[in-house]
Structure formats: structure tokens, C-alpha cells
């Protein structure tokens, strides 16, 4: 039976640069806290178990990520790397292979830390590492005559000939549990740094002998770690750029790929199209030949086949059937269920609505906790009044029924099938089938009458 596989994420670093009062590795990049990513990256593997090493001010980390499966082993005071890995020896399975994650390394690759554990597995140490044009601050990689690795020399500890090694430490490596313990027992903080570092594990390994085999990501990208505002933004387009790549490889069409956000997860059906500057966020699914026009924010929606949404709107929580149009500058919030061929206009609010097939709700209109039949027309201007203080209410509008502009419907209250109601009705009890109700003061006209005019 091969070993487990333990992971260990290093997150107690302070963060400074970030200057902010969120602990860093839960800064989102594409809506998710970086510690989630290297979580996620992490699950991908199938751990036996996984310890976060957290820090100082980081207390609410275990609660924000709220996962009670996690070990979690507190580092205080702050040693280095190898003094933060020592706080996580007594979770590992000493029978265990190691993987030790950094916190604020978001967007390392499942396929590349699966690479390292087949090496593990095998008996070596795996050890990541990267060749910069500007290696400047990493630990490098000193490598023997045979071309092995055979230790890892701080910037800070570097001589002249060490500074001009390229190739450095990403600082992601896998190895068997038990041994990274005795080597971590044996570490001085004799450095520049005074630091405890993670890194002579290496040095130590080599000299017993082990071998150690330095794997590559695919990308810079894999390894780049997120220490100020704006290496997270850089970071943040990078990522965003690799899912509007897929996304153009499965068939999507976006009008301008640098202008999508995608934070969460983007299903599209064949020959979607999305304009620019759209914000998807949580789960979102287009279904085939889906339109997003311009400036569109979608939160957890399932939109249909040959659904249009027109630029600025804001969907929620919601479900659009097939061929449904939506906006320009709708708002549709959560609960909301469209069926086919629904229509929705321009500056028109939904909010836990049911609308039946082909309903028309195309102007200026709020309708909330209400159940629509279908092919019901809603005027201009049209209000459910659900709210009266302290409950909600529903309204319920059967089929065919058609409502007048500028009318209110003060719930509980039913417009029953096919009833019509005058324009400017304020309904406030239930409306009869097929029937014309209206509320509205009778109309007159004074002959005669004359408009005052002004006192001299
Ligand atoms: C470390 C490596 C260096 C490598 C670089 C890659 C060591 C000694 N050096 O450098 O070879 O090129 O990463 O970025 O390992 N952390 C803790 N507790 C500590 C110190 C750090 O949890 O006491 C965490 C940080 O939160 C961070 C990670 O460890 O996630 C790396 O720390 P950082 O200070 O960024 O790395 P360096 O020491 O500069
Ligand atoms: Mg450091």
C-alpha cells in the first residue's frame, strides 16, 4: 500500500505590505480567499489530512474558511519557514508523505503537485523550482558538479557566484513525513535572517544522501506568491486571462476577453456570447446560444438556451427559461423563476417571482413574492405593494390576466384568469375571472371653471 499524503499550508506570514487588517491569504483573487485556492489545489490530491500553520491576528482564519476537518497548528512568535513547518509535525501521519503548500501561492496547477507526489512516491524529494531572469530575493538552487541538488542558499546568505544561480526555490516540496521531522528537529537559525529555515531541510537530505529531484511548473504564474495589493491584481488579470483562454477554447465568443470576470464557475452551452465588461460570480450557467450584452452582473443563475439579457443588468439567484429577454437595466433578485419566453424590460425589479411562459413585464414595474401565470401583460409602471411593515405578502396573477399601467397590488391578493385591471387600479382585494375591476376615482369635468389668476 502506497503512503498517504499529508499537506501542509505555510499562512502564518504577516502580510505587511498588503497593509490591511484582513489576514492575507484571505484577500480574494476571482472572489475566492487565496488560502481556498491552495485548499482546493490541495483536494485535488485526496490528503489524508491537511494542516494550516496560521499566525499572529490570523484567529479568524479557521472560522472565515470553517472547515473543522483542518488541523490547525498556530505559529507564535514567527520563526521562518522551517519553524512554521515544526508547528504542523505533531498533525502528520510520520508514515505520511509531506506536501508543504505556501498560503499566498494561489494558482499553482493540480497536474504539477500530482507530478511531485509521483516522485515522492518513489522514494525522492520533490522540490519546485523555477529558472527567473531576476532571481533577486529567492533562495537558489545550488546544484553539485553532477548537476544535483545538493542545498538551497538564501538571497540573504548568498555569496557572489550563489547570487548568479537562476534558478530558485518556489518553496512548494514533497517529501516523506517522518524524516522532514528529524531534519526540522535539527535546524539552527545560524543566518543572515536568524530564521529557522525550511529550506536547509534540503542541505540535510542531500548529505544523507536522498535524492532530490527539482520538478518545473507550466507557468510563472504557477508559483507566483501574492505579497502586496498590486502583485494580487496582476495576478488577479492573469488568472482572469487563463479562464477567458478556456472559455474562447470551448467555443465562447467574448467581445473583448480582458473584460470578463469570471469569480466562481462559468458553465456556457455551444456559441455563447458575452459582451464586455461582465461580472460573473458564484455558479453560473448559460445555457446554448445564450447573449450577455455589456455591463451585466450574474450571481448564481441558470439562464436558458437563446436567452438575451441586454447590457446593465443584475441577475441573482435565478432561474431564466429558454428564450427569455431580459432588459436593458433589469434587476432580478433572488427566487426569481422566469419560464420560457418570458420578457422583461427596462428598469423592471423581480424578487422571488414565479412568471409563467411568455409573461410580458416591460417597463418600470416592481414585482416581488408573487406567482404570474402565464402570458399575463403587467403595464408600465405596475407595483406589488408585498410588504406591509412587518410581513410579506403574496400576489398571484393567473393566466391571461392583463394589468394596467400604474397600478398597485396590495397583498394578499389574486387576479384571477384572463381578469383585466384598469389602469391606475389599487387593488386591494381579490380581482374575478375575465371580469374588468377598477379603482379609480370617477372622472369629471367642470364646464365653466376657470383657472384663478393672479391678485394684482
Ligand atoms: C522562502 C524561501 C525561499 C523561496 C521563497 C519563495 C525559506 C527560508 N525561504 O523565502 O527559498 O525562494 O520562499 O517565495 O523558506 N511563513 C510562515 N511562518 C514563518 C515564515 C513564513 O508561515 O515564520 C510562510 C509565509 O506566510 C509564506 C511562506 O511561509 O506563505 C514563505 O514565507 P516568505 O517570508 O514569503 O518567504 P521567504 O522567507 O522570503
Ligand atoms: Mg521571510
Redesign the pocket.
Known sequence: MSAPLNVVI??????TRMQSDLP??LHPLAGRPLLGHVLAAADSLSPERICV???HGGETLPQVIGRTELAWAK?E????????VQQAVPHLNPDALCLIL????PLTRPETLQEMTLIAREGAIALLTVRLANPS????IVRNARGQVER?V??KDASPEELAIEE????ILCLPAGKLAGWLSRLTNENA?G??????VIGMAAAEGERVIPCHPAAAWE?L?I?SRQQLAELERTHQRNLAEALMARGVTLIDPARLDVRGSLECGRDVLIDVNCVCEGRVILGDGVKVGAHCVLKDVEIGAGVEIKPFCHIESARLGARAIIGPYARIRPGTVLDEEVHVGNFVELKNAQVGFNSKINHLSYVGDASVGRKVNIGAGTITCNYDGANKHRTVIEDNAFIGSDTQLVAPVTVGEGATLGAGTTLTRDAPANQLTVSRAKQVSLPGWQRPVKKR
Do not use: F, M, S, W
Not at 77 to 84: E, I, M, R, V
Not at 102 to 105: L, M, S
Not at 137 to 140: A, K, L, M, S
Not at 168 to 171: C, M, R
Open positions: 505555510l499562512a502564518a506570514g504577516k502580510g492575507k491569504v500553520v496560521y499566525g505559529q512568535p514567527q520563526l521562518g519557514t522551517g519553524h512554521a505556501y498560503g499566498d501561492v530575493g529567492y533562495g537558489r538551497i538564501e538571497h530558485v526555490n518556489t518553496g535572517q530564521e529557522y529555515y525550511l529550506t536547509d508559483v506568491g505579497n
